[in-house]
C-alpha cells in the first residue's frame, strides 16, 4: 500500500477534507467512483475501524469540537409580513421540528431512475428504514410537500442551476428524483468528470443545471483520478470562477452555496500576487484564517449578484454540517443514530458555527444593500438535527461486514432529509408569487 498523503496528525491539518469524507472507501479495493469532487476512492488511507452495528444512539454526541456554539435560533415565527395586503403573518421556514411522518418518500430506490450510487443507501443495502419517515414542520404554518407536477408548472420556460460543491449536486440529485416521479430529466451535457450537468425536461420547456464551483472563485484544483491533490489549491481572491458567471445571464433561478471546501489548504492569490494562503506550513507564506477568505469570497459572490443586470431569484443556500462522531472522517468517525435530535441536542461543530456566522452577515448586508432578489435558504440547522441522514458505510454496495469502511456522514442518503430541502424552495417560491 502506497504511503498515505493524509497527515493524520490533527495538529497538522494539512489534509483535503472533502475527498476523504465522501469517498467512502473500502481500504484496498480501488473503486473508481464517478462521483462528488471526483471523489474517486483514495486506497491510500488506513482507518482503523469496524463498522459498528447500527444501534439506537439517545445519548447526546460526544463531538470533539471546541466550545459549543449555539444555532441560536430565532425564538418563533411570528415576524409579521413587510406587505400589509399580505394578511398572512409569515413564518419562519427554518424554526421547527421533525415530526413523524408515515407517508414516507416520494420515491425510492426502485422509482427513481437517476440516483448516484454513492446516495442510494437503499441499495446499497442500509437496513433500517426509519429515517425516511420524518417530515419538517416549521412552528407555526405547514410547509407541504413538494408537488413536482406544481414545481414544473411554474418553471415552465425557465432555466435553474445550482452552484456549489458536491453538497449542490446532492441537492440537485434530489430534485431530480422528486421530479421524474413526473417527468424525468434528459442529461443534455456532462463535463469530462460529471461534476457539471445539465437536463432538459422537454414537456415543460425547463432547463435544469448543476455547476460544480466549490470555491465559486477562481481557483487551480490538482487532482488526479483518485480524487487526491498533488499541489494545494490555488484560489484567485479577486476573481469569479467564470463557469458560473458566464451562465449567470441565463438563469432564472440559482441556489448558491459555499462550504466545506474553505477549510482545505490553500495558497491566495490578489491582485497577481500570493498574499498568504491556509494550512501550508513550511511554505514561509502569511498564514490566512479561512473566515478572512470566506467573508470576502461570499461578498465579491452578492456583489455580483446584487450589481448584474440580470435579476434572477438567488437562493443562498447555508452551510451543510457533517456528523463524524467518535472521531473525524480520516480516523474512524462514524454516523449510526437512526433517529433525528431533538433541537437543543447538539450544537453546531466550532467551524461550521464561524463559517454561517459569516453566511448571515453576508447575506443580511447583500440583502440591506438592496439584493433583494437573494433570499436565504438557512438549511443549516434543520440539517444538523439529521445525523440519522446520511450513507456512513452504505455508500457503496453492501460493505463487507467487517470491512474498513470510510464512513461518509457528509452528504445526504436519497431519499432522505435533503429532500425537504426542495419542500422549503418550493414554499418560498410560491411564498413570494
Ligand atoms: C413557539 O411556538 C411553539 C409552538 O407553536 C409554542 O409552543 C411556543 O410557546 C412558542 N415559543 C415562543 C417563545 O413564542
Ligand atoms: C432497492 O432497495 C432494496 C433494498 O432496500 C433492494 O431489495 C432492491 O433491489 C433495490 N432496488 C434497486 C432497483 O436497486
Ligand atoms: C413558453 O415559450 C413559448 C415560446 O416562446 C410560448 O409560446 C409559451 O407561451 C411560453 N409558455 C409560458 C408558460 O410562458
Ligand atoms: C423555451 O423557453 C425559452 C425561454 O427560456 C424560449 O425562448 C423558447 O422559445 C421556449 N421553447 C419552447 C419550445 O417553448
Ligand atoms: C488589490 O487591488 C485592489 C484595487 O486595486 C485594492 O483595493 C486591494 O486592496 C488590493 N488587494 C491587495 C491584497 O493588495
Ligand atoms: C521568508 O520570507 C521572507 C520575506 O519574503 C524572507 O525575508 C525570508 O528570508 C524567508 N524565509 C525563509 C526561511 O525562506
Ligand atoms: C467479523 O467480526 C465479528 C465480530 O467483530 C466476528 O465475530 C466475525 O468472525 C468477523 N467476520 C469475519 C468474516 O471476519
Redesign the pocket.
Known amino acids: 500500500m502506497k504511503e498515505t498523503r493524509f497527515d493524520l496528525n490533527p495538529h497538522r491539518h494539512n489534509y483535503l477534507f472533502l475527498k476523504v469524507a465522501v469517498s467512502c472507501l473500502l481500504v484496498g479495493l480501488a473503486i473508481g467512483l464517478l462521483f462528488a469532487d471526483s471523489f474517486r476512492s483514495l486506497t491510500l488511507l488506513s482507518v482503523v475501524h469496524t463498522p459498528s452495528p447500527i444501534i439506537p444512539q439517545l445519548s447526546l454526541p460526544s463531538f470533539p469540537s471546541p466550545p459549543p456554539h449555539s444555532l441560536h435560533f430565532p425564538s418563533n415565527c411570528t415576524q409579521t409580513s413587510p406587505n400589509p395586503k399580505q394578511e398572512a403573518v409569515k413564518c419562519d421556514l427554518f424554526v421547527g421540528d421533525w415530526v413523524a411522518d408515515p407517508s414516507g418518500p416520494m420515491y425510492?430506490?426502485?422509482s427513481c431512475p437517476v440516483m448516484d450510487a454513492h446516495q442510494?443507501c437503499?441499495?446499497n443495502?442500509?437496513p433500517d428504514?426509519g429515517y425516511l419517515y420524518w417530515r419538517w414542520r416549521p412552528r407555526g404554518c405547514e410547509l407541504p410537500k413538494f408537488s413536482p407536477n406544481k414545481f414544473l408548472h411554474i418553471m415552465r420556460n425557465k432555466s435553474w442551476a445550482f452552484i456549489g460543491d458536491s453538497i449542490s449536486r446532492n441537492h440537485v440529485g434530489s430534485l431530480l428524483c422528486i421530479l421524474s416521479q413526473v417527468e424525468a430529466g434528459d442529461e443534455v451535457y456532462h463535463d469530462e468528470e460529471y461534476r457539471s450537468k445539465t437536463w432538459k425536461f422537454p414537456s415543460h420547456n425547463f432547463t435544469l443545471s448543476v455547476i460544480w464551483s466549490p470555491l465559486l472563485m477562481k481557483a487551480d484544483i490538482f487532482e488526479d483520478m483518485n480524487g487526491v491533490s498533488s499541489k494545494d489549491i490555488e484560489l484567485y481572491l479577486d476573481t469569479l470562477d467564470n463557469k458560473w458567471t458566464n451562465q449567470y445571464k441565463a438563469f432564472d433561478y440559482v441556489v448558491i452555496a459555499g462550504g466545506k471546501w474553505f477549510l482545505k489548504t490553500a495558497i491566495y492569490h490578489e491582485n497577481s500576487t500570493v498574499t498568504g494562503c491556509h494550512k501550508c506550513h513550511g511554505k514561509n507564506l502569511t498564514e490566512v484564517e479561512f473566515q478572512h477568505v470566506y467573508r470576502k469570497v461570499l461578498k465579491k459572490v452578492f456583489d455580483f449578484i446584487a450589481h448584474s443586470e440580470h435579476k434572477a431569484v438567488v437562493f443562498f443556500r447555508t452551510t451543510a454540517a457533517d456528523h463524524f462522531e467518535y472521531g473525524e472522517w480520516f480516523n474512524g468517525g462514524h454516523c449510526n443514530r437512526i433517529v433525528p435530535f431533538k433541537e437543543g441536542q447538539i450544537n453546531l461543530g466550532y467551524e461550521d458555527a464561524i463559517m454561517r456566522g459569516i453566511e448571515l452577515e453576508q447575506f443580511h448586508k447583500a440583502h440591506n444593500e438592496g439584493a433583494h432578489n437573494l433570499k436565504l435558504l438557512d438549511t443549516t440547522g434543520l440539517s444538523l438535527l439529521r445525523p440519522d441522514g446520511h450513507p456512513g458505510p452504505f455508500c457503496q454496495f453492501h460493505p463487507l461486514p467487517n470491512a474498513t469502511v470510510q464512513n461518509d456522514c457528509l452528504h445526504w442518503c436519497l431519499p432522505g432529509p435533503i429532500d425537504s430541502w426542495n419542500d422549503l424552495l418550493l414554499q418560498m417560491l410560491t411564498m413570494q408569487l
Open positions: 425510492t430506490n426502485d442510494n437503499m441499495t443495502g442500509r428504514s
